[in-house]
């Protein structure tokens, strides 16, 4: 028995001295966010259901008609679609996430230097036409789609979201809407109140949830996004979390990462021809529950169920501009939605977490202290992005059932950094390579275990393998009159 546990210490301080870590592999100087200053002073509220009731419903939906002249109609939008898909094959592929109440399928074009594999990159969504009657999203995001395909290996900008993202574009979220000229869906349901809701419980019954809601959250659980963005019309302003509170009061409600979404939320006014020129919303920004809270909205489910970033941008004043607006719109767009998807390449930290025993890729959590929110890494690459806001220290933590946690800190600069971990599996100590109290612990990774058998086998055998020569030389001595000089 001796023997066994000097041969366990033997091989465990072996183990041992091959854990290392690494982490906060460049820091950069830090630089003082140019978006500071959070808008406190908001006073006007969302106007969006504001209809001029002085004219006849006739007339109105006569007017929706004119407006819609020149837009794109729900199988133009199809065409177009394939037809992007077909001029962009290498680096596009185009898939359904599921249909519409009226049966009208909800196309994705995913864009990316390998469509449809997995890969170690953050993922980036792009929804459209979330309320009928708000078409100037989808019509900007086939532009956006095809100007990307167009720039490829030409533009560092399409090169880097290509080559480094995968960026999925739903164009349309609700072709019934659009079809009918209304916010709602053909069941009469506001879509961006169909989620389920982090305070009240009336959209937690998933059966009376509609297909489109539906589609968009399974679509979630098989696409890890980092970060995403929701386009609306009706006025000019980067909404960011949350957009409900508890109470249903209207104030300024922050979010866990308030300063992180402050910082995506300013990327896109900033780049915008006149967003942040704003004198409603200072920056061009806003926090949801401040502006006015709503329930059930996908923005905040994204962020507290799928670990996804999201903004909720309303693009335009107008809700049907002039179709001939619609190249001015995307010029003025254009760098703002460029610059959002590059973001989770150019900004934030990314790493990937090992175990230090086997080198084997850890989906762990990675969660900064002060910040009351948890990601996971990818399952395949355990590769994690997170964005942050740049300019400040942050201490970055790993943690993953089985392994010790491992934090270090970092100075977040303009760039992107990479904060790799390797972490011990709770048996090895790394510090000193001494056995640690852990046979209490009933876990053993399974080629410790292993380990440990053959060990035993080995020890065993060697013992029987001393016994039988002992017995064999106290025979031959047996044998001996006298011993050989
Ligand atoms: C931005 O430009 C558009 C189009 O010129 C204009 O209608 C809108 O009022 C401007 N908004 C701001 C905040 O300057
Ligand atoms: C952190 O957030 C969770 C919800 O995600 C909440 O239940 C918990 O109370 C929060 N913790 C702190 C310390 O605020
Ligand atoms: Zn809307």
């Known amino acids: 028995m001796k023997n066994l546990i000097a041969i366990l210490f033997l091989s465990l301080h072996l183990c041992s001295l091959l854990n290392f870590s690494i982490a906060g592999r460049s820091s950069i100087a830090s630089g003082v ?70 049966g009208v399928p909800l196309w994705v074009m995913e864009i990316s230097d390998k469509p449809g594999k997995q890969e170690a990159e953050p993922a980036f969504k792009f929804i459209g036409n979330v309320h009928g009657d708000e078409p100037v999203g989808r019509e900007l995001l086939m532009l956006l789609a095809n100007w990307i395909c167009d720039n490829y290996m030409k533009d560092p900008l399409a090169t880097l979201i290509v080559d480094n993202v995968h960026l999925h574009i739903l164009p349309s979220m609700n072709p019934d809407g659009f079809q009918k000229r209304r916010r709602v869906n053909a069941n009469n349901i506001d879509l961006n109140r169909d989620f389920p809701d982090q305070f009240f419980p009336m959209n937690d019954d998933h059966g009376l949830r509609q297909p489109e809601t539906k589609a968009i959250m399974s679509w979630m659980e098989g696409i890890h996004f980092t970060a995403s963005a929701s386009l609306h019309g009706g006025a000019l302003v980067a909404n960011y979390p949350w957009d409900g509170t508890e109470d249903k009061k209207k104030y300024y409600f922050a979010c866990p990462d308030d300063e992180t979404f402050r910082y995506i939320g300013s990327l896109y006014s900033h780049h915008h021809r006149n967003m942040s020129l704003s004198t409603e919303f200072p920056e061009g920004i806003t926090n949801g529950a401040h502006w006015y809270p709503i329930y059930g909205g996908m923005q905040d489910w994204n962020y507290i169920h799928a670990g996804c970033f999201e903004l909720t941008l309303e693009i335009s004043d107008n809700k049907w501009p002039n179709a001939t607006e619609l190249p001015t719109l995307w010029e003025y767009n254009k760098m703002s939605m460029l610059h959002l998807v590059a973001s989770v390449v150019k900004a934030g930290i990314h790493g990937k977490i090992f175990s230090s025993d086997h080198g084997k890729p850890l989906p762990a959590s990675i969660a900064i202290k002060g910040i009351n929110y948890t990601i996971k890494a990818g399952e395949t690459f355990a590769d994690y992005h997170r964005l942050l806001a740049p300019g400040n220290n942050y201490e970055v933590v790993a943690t993953m059932p089985g392994y010790k946690s491992k934090s270090t800190h970092i100075i977040l600069g303009e760039e992107a950094m990479t904060v790799d971990f390797i972490l011990d599996p709770v048996i090895a100590n790394a510090d000193d390579g001494f056995l640690q109290k852990s046979w209490d612990n009933n876990f053993l990774p399974w080629w410790q275990s292993k380990l440990f058998i053959m060990i035993l086998i080995l020890t065993f055998l060697c013992i029987l393998r001393r016994r039988l020569l002992n017995r064999s030389k106290h025979r031959q001595n047996a044998g001996l009159k006298r011993p050989q000089l």
């Open 33 to 102: 966010s140019g978006f500071a200053n959070p808008s406190v002073t908001l006073r006007s509220s969302r106007h969006l259901l504001a209809e001029d009731s002085k004219i006849s419903l006739e007339e109105h939906l006569r007017n929706l008609e004119e407006l819609s002249k020149g837009y794109m109609t729900n199988s133009d939008l199809e065409n177009a679609i394939m037809a992007f898909n077909r001029r962009c094959s290498s680096i596009s592929r185009v898939y359904s996430i599921g249909k519409s109440v009226e």
